[in-house]
């Protein structure tokens, strides 16, 4: 059995690495066409991914699946359409590969080009919604690489007819179905040792919660990028417009709850803690977000709770925010440096001294001022797509785009040079 | 005991993070002056140094350590300069630290700043040789990053005196001391405990023999960099000149055998064998080096021995050479794709279509084209100093000066944006 399933794994690892130097053969020409007749196979089949869609649809709410769950799990006509159109938009975008990045000769004669390629094979290992499949396939093929997929067992007939329609596809475009293959066995010990392949995969990108991150993190031999979670703060400074706050506030907390980018925790300067409070509070109910303060917080929000120690380093995804008042930027900075994931947090203040001191001290991908957290995003970045929101520092940070999939070589030429 | 150890770690990486954040706040001409103070404290503490690295000495030698291993571990007041040189050398290096990667302006008015920031906190784990401390120490603080050294136990007092004395200096230029901290418990649990310390430690970058850079791998959670194993490959093609093939090979080959850049394998082009291959086996003769090869190479150099397929896949780092004939650059390709360690790698071939071929295929951090592959290296790239080799893809591929030890961060500034 433990030999079946590494022999099983090392039969995929085998066909990335063929499809990796196909791959890197293509052209740009080739890449989009492989990309289009996908978007296209999607699109005509789509009858064949709703019925394997259904049956996943079916196992998970007999098994009592959530219903925030079960819409992500959920395929239809439009986000299958929506699938196709984003295979559509990243064939669109420049291609990365190729690009000379440096260029510098060296007083021996040597010239030194240092060329971005692709990765080769990218691993990556994501949760429920079948989109995804099709999305990061688009994005590695692009890229370059050859790519291995784990999606959650609950979608697996989903992306298991999708990864095969985009196989089909490629194939019937003359390229190697191979640059996308699905792990299908859903063993826990499958993805376990998956994660251990590294003769075969050269990056695994875990996509999910906190605890599919950990668990990678700590079983993988392969390079890791994590990506995704998101304790992100908002410190309202003394020298804030405070007119200006609630918006960008409420925008950060609740125009999507369930992202890595949403705002998870509030700081406040005590000295406009008396004047702004109330009203934050009154904005906050009205979206129904429940408050977890300190004390100066409970006294000036009515219906707010103890924040405890844990709150400040909880991603709630929820309708829930702590709060604490603080009494000064580097105050601000201390706490949120302790407590936050490295992913986005801003500072809203008129005072560019405190902004700067802001952008400067928190150690995190991304640092706004005057801005909402919710623009932590590879579309909002106008890099056309995203595959994560690394939290890392290694190699790529904030939204990882077509770009942060490639790595670089050095291309060296000489007329004979030794070293001496 | 364990939680002794594991209270040892923390505090040491407790430390290490207030560091790095004093560190981040110091200008260039701060981190100059401890980089300066350091090099004059080394050499005025001379003596001291040589103190302790006698009993190392004398421990290793009573134990039976080889003369190779013993004169990397023999300091001398000549290697102590040159280890103060080259912190100097680091001092007159550009920061590389805020400088402003890419800039751009989105529709909506967010105003975005790719800018350059310290790693943080970097962890170093190397073996024998005791210059590695004070030049690890070197370039992690230029680049703005508090660094956690764990060296070989071999030279465990050696690496003390070291650090103790750049500490001092540091103290003394009023600069923290934890910007360098070594472990000093060389139980080897410690050691795997601090692969792990990842709330503390951003980058851990092995620097030593593939059992380390093992080890390392599989042990910790912290991401890494692999630094330093090089089985390096020349092919010569038939398009070569050959009278600048041999002294191209006998410099990679020989002119320091024991470095992860120096050439471990050969392939030579089955149509120029018979014309090349004795007055290469001639040469690499009266260089001691012994030849492993297939049939046609035995054939042709008579003192050749037969090369297993493990020999293919061997870094000698000795006076041997495995070597190979292939029928075209494919199968030159092909076979460095299956054993090289992703270093570096070079072509000796006067046509530029396979030289093209050969750069394109071949999967290396560094792909040659009629030089030898003892340039991969910091200071012969002009980054003017490197920490290592990276054979990784993931962030920083081949020499890794202080740029490659840093990373980056987005500064977002905007006047009141909101996602719609």
New interface residues.
Partial sequence: MESGMMEYLEQLGEKAVAAK?AL?RLTTEDKNRGLEAAAAALVRQTERILAANGQDYQTAQAGGMSEAMLDRLKLTPERIGAMAEGLRQIAALPDPVGEVMER?D?PNG?H?DKVRVP??VIGIIYEARPNVTADAFGLCFKAGSAVILKGGSDAARSNGAITQIIREALSGAGITPDAVQLIEDNDRAVTTAFMKL?QYV??LIPRGGAGLIRAV??NS?I???ETGTGNCHIYVDEDA?LD?AI??IL??KT?RIGVCNACESLLVHEKIAERFLPALGEALQKKHVQVRGDETVRRLIPDAVAASEEDYGTEYLDYIVSMKTVGSVEEAVEHI?RYNTRHSDAILTENKEH?EQF???V??????????T??TDGF???FGAEIGIST????A??PMGLRELT?????????????A
Same sequence: chains 1, 2.
């Fill in positions: 130097y890197q510098f060296r040597l030194i990765m080769g590294k050269d990056l993190v700590e031999t390079p890791v990028i417009d200006r918006p960008i925008n950060a125009q440096n902004a952008l400067q001290g150690d995190a991908a991304c640092v706004y001022v005057n801005a909402s919710r623009f909002e970045f106008g890392q520092k290694l190699h940070r904030g790595t670089y070589k050095y291309l060296i030429r000489g007329d004979g040079q030794i070293r």
